[in-house]
Each structure stands twice: as C-alpha cells, then as structure tokens.
C-alpha cells in the first residue's frame, strides 16, 4: 500500500516553533502564510510573538489560539492555530536570552504531553539553540533527542536524518546517491569523549533499534545496514585503533548470526560512495560529524531528522537556528516541510495499522 492511499486520515501534529530569536517562528509562519502547512498542524509557542513577527515580515498570517484538546479551526491559508506558551522576556530575532531557555523547554513539555495524552499524533520541533538552553539553568541539556528520550523515560533512543527521498515508506530501497538515511550511534558529546562512549550494549542496543524501527516504521521487511568503523581505515587491522577488532566486529558478528543483514565495520570514508550505498536502507555511523556531514552534503534542507525508539513520533528539521538569518524571512522552510509530511505520514501510517507496535 502507498502512503498517499491512507492519505485521507486526519492527524494533528503539533509544531513546536523552537528558539525564539531563531528562525523557527517565521518558517511557521511563512508556511501558514502560504497555505502550505499540512492540515492538522497546530504551532506551539507564544502567540504574541508570533503575531508581532508575522507583522514585521509583512506575512499575512492570523494567530487564533487553542488549548490542547480543543478542537482546530478548520483548515484556511493564513490562519495558524497556537497552543500558546508564554515567553519569559521578550525576544528579538538573533539576539538568544538565557531567560527564554524555560520557554522553549515548555514548547517541548506541551507537544509532548499532548501526543502521550492523544491530543496530537506527532511532534515537529524547529531548531532550538543548545548552548542557551545550558545557560539558561539547564546544565544537563544537550539537544531534543536525549530530552524526549527522558521525558518519555526510555533507555535508548537513535538519531536518524535522511534525504527526502529516503524518507518516505513506498521508498524502502534507494533510489540514488542522494537517497541517504544515516543513524547515529553516539550524539552530542565532544570528540574526545566518543571512543569511549562506544560501547558494546550501546552499539547493540542502537543497530537493533535501527533495525526494528526500518521494519516497523518504514516496512523495510529486511533492512541492510551498513556500518562505519570508528578510525580511519575501520582500524587498518588494528593498527590505527582497536576499537573495531575489540568492540564493533563482534557485535556485527554477534547480530549477523541472528539473521540481521548488517555490514561492517566498513571504513566510512568508502562506505559514503554511491556503490557502497545503492545496497543499503541505512548507514550507522559512530558519531555526528562522521554521518552528518554526509548527509547535509547531500541533501541539506530537504531532509529531515527522526528520533527513533520514542513511544511517540518526532520529526525535526536538518539545520539549526541560524541566527545570522533570523528575523530577514530569508531562510529556506523545505526542510519543516519536509519534516511536517514525515510527521503526518508517520501518524497516518500508524493509525492505518501499518505501524507495528514497538518493541
Ligand atoms: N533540531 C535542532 O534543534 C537543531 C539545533 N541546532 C542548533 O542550532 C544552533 C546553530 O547551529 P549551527 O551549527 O550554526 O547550524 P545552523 O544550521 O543554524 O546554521 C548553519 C548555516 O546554515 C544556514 N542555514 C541554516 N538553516 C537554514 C535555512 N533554513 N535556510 C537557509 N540557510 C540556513 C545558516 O544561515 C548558517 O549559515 C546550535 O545551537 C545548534 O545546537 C543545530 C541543528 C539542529
Ligand atoms: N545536527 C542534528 C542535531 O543536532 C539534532 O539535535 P536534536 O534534534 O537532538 O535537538
């Protein structure tokens, strides 16, 4: 079955707006101006705000605000509905306040209680910018990915991002170079701690949740998984690093002798050519920079991000706040969209049965 034939479901997905001196409030709003939010789509964050915005971009968008559970005014170009959450100072585009770190934390808290409670099917968080919300009294913060995977107190959560065209389920295979999903086996730590962070229950723990979620989500009956070596040359036999011999090859070999179609340890710089890729669905990759910077080359701003393991569906954009564009209504909104249709495909999958039940 296409995605598009369980197209007729209707969900709600509630769009948190995400920093606000970024450029999250006005991609929402440039998308609500031009009709081309996907129907259900409910924004979280402050109305006024967003009304000042809309104003000074010159976007002819009308605010109306609900609370959760309240039914969506019906679908109209120009009309973005908003659960509102109060910013704690005002904001001004490019200019981060630490007080307005508990703004966006509640943005996060309100779409998540929603979709646990059903008011909302998905969440779809525009970028939020790191480093404020730490200094905004939050020390232990490190991105959307680790915090919903508190919030819904699940052990393991996987960052994936993938190109719009691997995103979608009636394209489980790939269909060119710039078809890239690309997992992630560590997130936000520095450099020098991730060696050590790869363990071998934590590499276990994300290939299986990889895995599971190609088969439930995207109904890959049987994904293949390629997998980077931490060092260069997948650690040229040991001599540029163990980690491959002593941690990662035997857990593949552990996984392979289950059935799992995994690859690896393959050296990534290798692996990321087209030949390497065209037999794959996914790539796990050991840290951020290794799998990210792929997957922007090939794809940025028409990708999107999905957290993967969550009782609940998110999706996120592929850039950050970009604060040097903030407030010019100059910044690109085909990645929110991009996430916005993976969100709703998702929850329509979901609610059409074509969804497994994790675990
Ligand atoms: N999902 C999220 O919440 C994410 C948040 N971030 C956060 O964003 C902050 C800034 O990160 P950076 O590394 O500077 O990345 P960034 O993506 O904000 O900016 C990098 C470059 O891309 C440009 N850019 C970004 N989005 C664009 C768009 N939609 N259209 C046109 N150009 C765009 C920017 O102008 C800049 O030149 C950091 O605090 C980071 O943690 C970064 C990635 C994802
Ligand atoms: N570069 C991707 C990224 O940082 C996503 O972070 P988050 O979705 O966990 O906030």
Not at 55 to 62: D, F
Not at 192 to 213: G, Y
Not at 330 to 357: I, T, Y
């Amino acid at each position: 079955m296409h995605a598009g034939e369980a197209g007729s479901l209707a969900v709600k997905l509630a769009l948190t707006t995400g920093e606000p001196a970024g450029i999250g409030p006005e991609l929402t709003l440039m998308l609500a101006a031009q009709g081309a939010l996907p129907p259900g789509t409910v924004a979280v964050g402050d109305p006024e705000m967003l009304a000042v915005r809309a104003r000074a971009l010159g976007l002819a968008v009308r605010i109306e605000t609900i609370s959760p559970g309240e039914a969506l005014p019906s679908l109209n170009a120009g009309v973005l509905p908003v659960w509102p959450v109060p910013l704690r100072t005002e904001s001004v585009p490019g200019h981060l306040e630490t007080a307005n770190a508990a703004y966006v934390l509640e943005t996060l808290d309100v779409a998540i209680a929603a979709c646990l409670q059903g008011h909302a099917d998905a969440m779809v968080t525009a970028p939020l910018h790191k480093g404020v919300i730490v200094e905004g009294g939050f020390p232990g913060f490190t991105g959307h990915t680790e915090y919903l995977r508190d919030a819904c107190k699940v052990d393991e959560v996987v960052m994936m991002l993938a190109t719009e065209q691997a995103l979608h389920a009636q394209v489980p295979g790939w269909t060119g170079e710039s078809a890239l999903r690309v997992a992630l086996v560590t997130t936000h730590l520095p450099l020098r701690k991730v060696a050590d962070a790869i363990t071998a229950p934590r590499l276990e723990r994300i290939a299986r949740l990889l895995h599971a979620d190609l088969k439930r989500q995207f109904g890959i009956a049987a994904p293949r998984i390629a997998v980077c070596g931490l060092n260069p040359h997948a650690g040229e036999g040991g001599h540029l690093g163990h980690e491959e011999q002593a941690i990662i090859t035997p857990v593949l070999d552990a996984l392979r002798a289950e059935g799992l179609l995994i690859e690896g340890p393959l050296p990534a710089d290798t692996l990321f050519t087209p030949r390497h890729l065209r037999d794959v669905d996914a790539v796990l990759a050991m840290y951020h920079d290794q799998g990210l910077a792929v997957l922007k080359y090939a794809g940025f701003g028409r990708a999107a991000n999905l957290t993967l393991g969550l009782p609940l569906v998110r999706t996120s954009v592929d850039h950050g706040t970009a604060l040097d564009l903030a407030g010019r209504g100059s910044a690109d909104p085909g990645s929110l969209q991009v996430a916005l249709a993976l969100a709703a495909e998702l929850s329509r999958r979901k609610h059409s049965g074509q969804v497994h039940p994790a675990g």
